[in-house]
């Protein structure tokens, strides 16, 4: 099973999926992290409440790049939606643009923990770039 995040022994199935469909879609691993305040405004975009995003029972909806970037939802470019992600599919690719995916409420939050605790371990600062890798 794949893990997130490097040496994180954390197996997170359907986000890692995701994560590798949106980078073979073209999207960028090289992500730069933003003050933690921004973010809103990339999940706002990528994953909005209000919108016309259903959310399925047990599911929420993951974005990449992560909202906690530069890279993410607000940065601009077009939605793009995989199969399996329970949304309609929405082709794309290049490195400009998202990715959504309707995932598990637990891999999604377990993810989400998983990188703000790469940003405290590694002191990954507002401004410092870092790159995402699936492995199997």
Known sequence: MPALLGESNVE???????????????LPSTLT????RLAQANRNIACPRNGGLTRPPGKECDEYPFASTVQGGAAGGT???FDGCDLTIIPGSGATGFSRCMVTKLDNRVAGRAI????YERRVLP?????????P
């Open 12 to 26: 997170l199935d359907e986000v890692a999926r995701h994560i590798d469909l949106a980078q073979e879609s073209g």
């Open 33 to 36: 992290r933003i003050e933690p």
């Open 79 to 81: 939605a793009r939606v």
């Open 116 to 119: 703000l605790d790469l940003y």
């Open 127 to 135: 401004g410092d770039k870092y790159t995402v890798m699936i492995t």
